[in-house]
């Protein structure tokens, strides 16, 4: 099957090469991350906190490829992490810079380590902040407590809805006004809400309204306001004024430092996965091309979210075209990356070239069935392809057992 350049979002970065000669050689499946994709993000967040003074951080949970890190650097002001490990990751790789750490639930035997990592520590719970904030404290952290302003903005995903009813995340009004005392209070630096997933500014707005109305009176004793993620500032379409507006209300109404921590939009569009057809079978008329890649182990996204990810040359929508669906080799039954239309009819060795597939993949692959890891290649500014991992049986076996290596 022959490759078009197109000018796609997702393939965007891959307009000025020969994709045949660029990919032909590389070992197949292999996540490829595009370097001067990251910058070009990069440079849109660091100019947004140029222009508002807001501060950007990278969520590691979304991409956490630290070979990457010196590029993204500069852009931003640090990491955002889940827990000790990520936020010793952000330490040590992006050294120098802020490291942020909230946890649903942070644990006894953990905590003085993440001490040594961690800049702004946010909890879950007014419990939590009563049991590990007076340590905290005297180490010197700034303190921070998640709130939920109950305010969903999004429909499709529950399981990406932090305000969807009965939600473990973030503090609620009723919850504060139960919970909260002056000594536990006067720990606090800021309040962190994350609420969003893919989402634009207007949902954004919406959520501050909620953020105001609910906890509009606590927000003038803090020194920040964290906003969390979810915000795909740097897609094509995405309403920059309204974010800045958004920054600059909280700003001045509250003369807080402002924090994002997009994951998806540091590394949106900036990634691509290679795959190749093992084998075509056909069952009542569809015809199924398996992949050496699988959904479930590869891109788990595609099964969680879930969604159908963008293939270079082939139309998500079936119509014009040859329709495939194409599948992993596991054993799971649903293991469907979806129902796709080709130029051409799919061959066995054909390569098929998945898009916007740097975040949420590398940092939350696994291997079910024994599927090996893919290694990750780096795609430089020059067109150059750099092998970064060397994945194998090893990687396998060592999650498994006791067993020397
Ligand atoms: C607390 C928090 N911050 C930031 C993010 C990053 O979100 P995204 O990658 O959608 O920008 C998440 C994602 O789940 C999150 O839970």
Redesign the pocket.
Known sequence: MAWKTTKDPQFAGLSQYDLQALFASLPSPAYVIDEERLRANGAVLSALAERTGCKVLL?Q??FSNYDFYPILAPCLAGT?ASGLYEARLGKEEMPGKEVHV?CGAYRADEFEELLQYADHIVFNSIHQLKAFGPRGREAGKSLGLRINPEKSTQEDHAIYDPCAPGSRMGVTRDVWDREMDGDTLALLDGLHF?TL??QNSDDLRTTLDAVEEKFGDILPGMKWLNM????HITRPDYDLATLEECIRHAQEKWNVTVYL?????VALNAGYFVSRVLDVVENGGTKIAILDASAACHMPDVLEMPYQPPILGADTQPGEGHPFRLAGPTCLAGDVVGDYAFAAELQVGDQVLFGDMA?YTTCKNNTFNGMPLPDIWKLDEGGNLHRLTRFGYPDFKMRLGSRER
């Open positions: 969520a949970k979304a955002e909230f994350h997933c893919e969390g993620g979810g915000h921590e997009p994951g998806e939009a975040i």
